[in-house]
């Protein structure tokens, strides 16, 4: 028994931070915030990509064969909650958690005609060239859709990948400007089809079981850094002479949010663990974990603007492009409520019929 | 990261059980915080000493097995899932051994740690003041040192002491330099209730069972070898009775994982008597998994323990998670309950012997003992978080 991260998966964790501490910096993410707000066009390649995917991280659940990692989820997922804490602004959990491993399992599978052209998407993840964005939790709604060559989609009974040339896109304003959203309209022509019937129901559950996870990861990372934020701020904003840090009101604030959040970060480390171990529980680990996250991320929102006060309300001030995403990927992948009755449905049984 | 136990560890727990499932009675014992109930406990402790089960972390030569940590893990475990009685043992057991093994002279661990896993000398703990609960260090109590009979006088009152009316022994802290500054010139004692100036009362509880006590000291007289750790330094050696008392060794989560198996077995029982709404779903739900991400943050901490990394501070966020979530279990039961929630004892339609109701009460002394929420705040906020004391 041993709960806890190796050496290297620390040290893999400390470089990514350092690199996105770099690259990806409150100033550039607001300057993209400005960029699209204004109607601007989103830049070609997402911030950082090209230097995450030197580093592996991109390609991290890519197959060695075509230039990737090999690596699984609990190795992805301190590195996802790396990108949350910077608020990163791009489909690394789409392209990395989500479409890389499904491709690979199509690929490796005796089924498929189209082996050499998901190794060549494949190989264009690992390499940065190519993100992928997915929408699996029935809106509709793909992030990060600009920069994206390929749309994962849920057609019925079949699970496609649809060119970006083939995939009309109407862009969808979100709180999160950032967020880069679009629906898309297909042609009806050009997809590829990874799955049918029941084979796509089984890579459908787990592709989502993926992209709720990498949300979690990403919600802690960010949930990290609105609790640093506001520590910070609170030892030194002075009111009545005092910091307001040394207020028993902001103290209990702080302490119920640091709460949430370091007992959710085992639940969401568990569930990776699960998942790779192909655990008969790992759906319903995964949902505890998204469910534990986006709440947690809640209530630490919430604390950082309470305890900011008006500074906070502002867009002035870094918070909010953090809260923002935080409350786009609370919902994203499902939220709370839906995991939680996908929890109980697992433990308690199905629902009695109303 | 590896969630998998050993063979060995694996044969431990097969042990317990099949151990559990021969021994543990078959009706639940009454309650051990009254006078006839205390005795049943202390049946059942004894045979838990018989067969060395009563201290499995300890060393053998104390009466214990030399479990590990994961090993006692596995033990509580499978102690909560047999449904075994409450240890009346416990203050002793976990608040005070951790400390006589820490501080104690060889002389006091040969003789008090054989006698505690045997169940012959059961410890109350002695904090709490009527003017010093929240705030321990406004003690005043007071030991005056007698130099020709070699030992301490004390003087004072203790209260809110756990079980103190069927106990023979109190450990505590009293003032030993009334000049010293606050978290100064205190002393941990470990005082014989039978001494000549001590008086134990009975206080009745929330619950109506005789579970606190108010302890009256007027010049007793303790010998210097029942000192434990240096003189005028009993704070830090009391702190670390404490930071026991909030972390793992008092409350381990194979107890709150069984009482969510328990109240989801309830939920299916009234559910056969009455559609349960998505409230209740949900919050049966909640319960489950606040226990499981109990023991999911408890195996990390174990992991650090092992390796070396203490947990520190962070103790006090454990306290808050599983005092809260022990309230909110209970909360959960007795609306599933209904109205049958208030039946409790000998009510010829109580749902389980009223055990939803008394379980409720007690949990929510959770909260206020051992520090309260209040207090476990501040330590977080202060000492995790950095925020400035004043």
Sequence with gaps: MRFAFTDEQLLFRDAVRDLLAKECTPTRLRALWEATSGGGTVPAEPMAWSALASMGVIGLTTPERVGGLGLGLLDLVLLLEETGRVALPGAIVETTAVAAPLLAAVAGSTATKDADALDGWL????????????????????PWSSAAEGFLVADGARLLVVPRAHAARTPQ??????????????????????????????????????????????????????????????????????????????????????????????????A??????????????????????????????????????????????????????????????????????????????????? | MDLNYTADEDAFRAECRAWLRANVPADPLPSGDTADGFARHLDWEHRLFADRWSVVSWPEEYGGRGASLWQW?????????????????QNGIFLLAPTIFEFGTQAQKDHYLPRMAAAEDLWCQGWSEPNAGSDLAGITSKAVRDEAAGGWRLTGQKTW????????????????????????????????????????????RLDGDEGFAEVFFEDAFVPDANTLGAVDGGWGVAMATTSSERGLTLRSPGRFMAAADRLIDLYQRRS?????????????????????????????????????????????????????????????????????????????DAVDAGVWMKGFQFSLSGPIYAGTNEIQRNIVAERVLGLPRK
């Design chain 2, 272 to 348: 056969s008597v009455r559609p349960p709404s998505r409230a209740a779903r949900d919050a049966v739900t909640q319960a489950w998994m606040d226990s499981q991400a109990y023991q999911h943050y408890t195996l990390r901490d174990v992991t650090d323990v092992v390796e070396g990394r203490s947990p520190g501070a962070r103790s006090s966020l454990n306290k808050l998670w599983w005092s809260e979530m022990d309230v909110r279990i209970h909360e959960t039961a007795l609306s599933l309950l209904g109205p049958l929630g208030e039946l409790i004892d000998d009510a010829p």
């Design chain 2, 73 to 89: 893990l596995i033990f509580e475990e499978e102690y909560y899932r047999a449904g075994a009685p409450q240890r009346v043992t």
């Design chain 1, 173 to 270: 304003s979100s709180v999160d400007a950032s967020r880069d959203l679009a629906t898309i309209s297909l042609d009806g022509t050009g997809v590829i089809v990874l799955a049918e019937g029941d084979d796509a129901a089984t890579l459908i559950a787990s592709c989502f079981d993926r992209g709720a996870l990498g949300a979690a990861a990403q919600l802690l990372g960010l949930a990290d850094e609105m609790l640093r934020l506001t520590v910070d701020y609170v030892k030194q904003r002075q009111q009545f002479g005092v910091p307001i840090g040394s207020f028993q009101a902001i103290k209990h604030h702080v302490a119920d949010a640091l709460l949430a959040l370091e007992f959710a970060r085992p639940v969401v480390y568990h």
């Design chain 2, 161 to 204: 002491t756990t079980r103190g009316a069927f106990c023979t022994h109190l450990f505590g802290l009293f003032r030993t330099d009334p000049a010293a500054a606050r978290h100064q010139g205190m002393t941990y004692f470990l005082v014989p209730l039978d001494t000549e100036g001590v008086t134990v009362r009975g206080v009745d």
């Design chain 1, 123 to 142: 190989a264009g993840i690992a390499s940065g060239e190519i993100t992928m964005t997915a929408s699996l939790d029935g809106s509709g709604l793909f």
């Design chain 1, 272 to 354: 990776a663990y699960a998942l790779d171990a192909g655990s008969s529980d790992a759906t319903r680990d995964v949902a505890m974990a998204k469910c534990y996250a986006s709440d947690a991320a809640a209530t630490v929102a919430r604390t950082a603007l309470q305890c900011h006060g008006a500074i906070g309300y502002t867009i002035e001030y870094d918070l909010h492009m953090w809260m923002k995403r935080a409350w786009a990927l609370s919902a994203a992948w499902g939220d709370s409520s839906f995991h939680r009755a996908r929890v109980a449905d697992a433990i308690l049984g199905a629902p009695p019929v109303a």
